[in-house]
C-alpha cells in the first residue's frame, strides 16, 4: 500500500506543492495516490526529498515493492557501419526494467547508463543494423578490451577496441571491416557497451 496521502497530509502539503517540491506533475502524484500508477525507486526518492522522508516510508512494510532501473534512450544513432553523423543527442524517453534483472548483467548506476540504437552491418554477427547498445557513460576510458560507444569523425560509433601500447586498435567484427589505427587522444571514448537487444522483428 502507497501511503503517499498520508504523509502528505502529515506535512500540510498538497498535491500542488508537492508537485513543485518533487518536479513532478501533479497530476502523476494525484494517479500514484489513487493507485494507477506504480512506483518506481527513482520516483520513490523524488518524493521522498520533498516530503523529508526516507523513500521506504512511501510504502507500507506489507507492500512486496520492486525497484526497478530507468535506462535513458537518448535520440542519436550509433554507426556501426561507414559512417553515419550523430543525431541530436537527447533524452527522448526511458526503458524501466527491474532493478533485479538490471544487476544480472551490469553493476553500472542506472543514472549513467544510456540506450541508443545502432546502424550498419560492421558489427555482424554481434550487433545487426536496427539493435540496441546500452552503454555506461561513467566508463569514458579503455578500462580494458571490450566493445564501447566512440565518437569519430564520422559521428558516434559502437566498435571493438583493442589498446596498446601507445595506440588503440579499432575492430569491427564484420571482416570485410578493416582495422583502425588510431593514437588514444584521436579517438573520444564515450562509454563502454554493457549490454545490447536484438531488435528482430516477428509477425
Known amino acids: 500500500m502507497i501511503r503517499l ?10 498535491q500542488k ?9 501533479q497530476s502523476y502524484i494525484a494517479m500514484i495516490e489513487k493507485g494507477e500508477r506504480n512506483l518506481n525507486y527513482k520516483t520513490m526518492q523524488q518524493l521522498a526529498r520533498a516530503l523529508n522522508v526516507k523513500p521506504e516510508d512511501i510504502v507500507s512494510q506489507t507492500q512486496v515493492l520492486v525497484n526497478s532501473a530507468s535506462i535513458k534512450i ?3 544513432v550509433a554507426c556501426c557501419g561507414t559512417g553515419i ?5 537527447k533524452v527522448i524517453g526511458t526503458w524501466d526494467i527491474p532493478l533485479q534483472k538490471f544487476r544480472d548483467f ?3 548506476s542506472p543514472e549513467n547508463v544510456y540506450m541508443l540504437q545502432v546502424e550498419g552491418d560492421s558489427m555482424t554477427p554481434t550487433i545487426n543494423s536496427g539493435d540496441w547498445a546500452l552503454a555506461d557513460l561513467s566508463q569514458n576510458f579503455i578500462s580494458s578490451d571490450g ?3 566512440i565518437r569519430m569523425a564520422s559521428g558516434l560509433a559502437v566498435k571493438r577496441i ?3 601500447l601507445n595506440d588503440i586498435t579499432i575492430k569491427s567484427d564484420n571482416p570485410a571491416y578493416k582495422d583502425i589505427t588510431a593514437s588514444v587522444g584521436e579517438v573520444a571514448i564515450i562509454g563502454k557497451v554493457i549490454y545490447t537487444l536484438n531488435a528482430k522483428k516477428f509477425g
Do not use: F, H, P, V
Request: charged letters at 20%.
Open 17 to 25: 506543492e508537492l508537485s513543485q517540491k518533487s518536479g513532478l506533475s
Open 85 to 89: 553523423e550523430a543525431l541530436q543527442e
Open 5 to 14: 496521502t498520508e504523509l502528505r497530509t502529515m506535512k500540510n502539503m498538497s
Open 106 to 108: 551490469t553493476t553500472a
Open 162 to 164: 583493442q589498446s596498446g
Open 147 to 149: 566493445l564501447y560507444l
Open 74 to 76: 537518448i535520440d542519436a
